[in-house]
């Protein structure tokens, strides 16, 4: 069993792993384990998991989470990155990968040991604490998931700078993402919905160059 496999897999590898047969068993060992990150796949019994992310997104669980889906179900990888995933790999996969991403998002979610001394970022009236994960606009705390964190974190380190796609690429995700750029947008378009929405704009699109975040003049 697949589930069975990779479990043992990371365990030989380090991790601590809890593992579930269905949706709501997952829902139940992400509440009662409060893991670093979870690997849901997209078909599961009883409840999918669509439907797992979503109700824990909507609970307040922001934990980090690893989609595996079809090779070529382009449609639920694109709408489990749009309900608060943060990555995905296709199958069948390498089990080199699956831990390369695993790391890659729990680095991305804080769970990783911080590495620079300032832990506050500023711009305008939009607040980043780098060592709490908080972010507040004006008097709004503002929810964010790793990948959106890490992308608001990432601009606001280089305010004022043009940063093209595949810069955000490389430094957001640190790797090519199959060569899809769109995702960039994506993520562009989730922040100006939590950070921008019915305020004076932070984000800007330089177009044909990339994006740029700025404090009003």
């Known amino acids: 069993m697949l589930t069975d496999l990779l479990a043992m897999a990371l365990r030989v590898e380090g991790w601590d792993v809890q593992t579930a047969g269905s949706g709501l068993e997952a829902l139940q060992v992400a509440r009662d384990f409060d893991p670093d990150a979870l690997v849901l796949d997209i078909m599961m019994p009883d409840l999918d998991g669509l439907s797992v992310l979503k ?4 609970a307040g669980n922001l934990v980090p989470v690893l989609f595996l889906t079809a ?10 990155l749009t309900i608060g ?3 995905y790999v296709t199958k069948p996969f390498s089990l080199e990968e699956v831990v390369a991403r ?14 620079d001394a300032q832990s506050i970022l500023r711009v305008g009236d ?5 060592d709490s994960h908080e972010v507040v606009r004006g008097d709004a705390e503002i929810e964010l ?11 606001m380190r280089n305010e004022r700078r043009v940063l093209s796609k595949s810069q955000i690429l490389d430094r957001v995700w640190s790797y090519d ?8 947008e994506l993520y562009i378009s989730y922040l100006r919905k939590k ?11 330089v177009r044909g160059v990339g994006y740029m975040i700025k404090a009003p003049q």
Not at 126 to 130: A, F, K
């Open 102 to 115: 695993l790391r890659a998002i729990i680095r991305r979610s804080g769970y990783a040991s911080a590495g």
């Open 145 to 155: 998931t790793a990948t959106e964190f890490e992308l608001l974190r990432y601009m």
């Open 71 to 80: 090779k070529d179900a382009v449609g639920d990888r694109i709408a489990g």
């Open 177 to 184: 993402f199959g060569g899809k750029s769109s995702i960039v």
């Open 55 to 58: 109700r824990l997104r909507e």
């Open 126 to 130: 939009l607040t980043l604490n780098e």
């Open 85 to 87: 995933g943060d990555d």
């Open 195 to 205: 950070i921008d929405a019915g305020r004076v704009p932070l984000l800007h699109t």
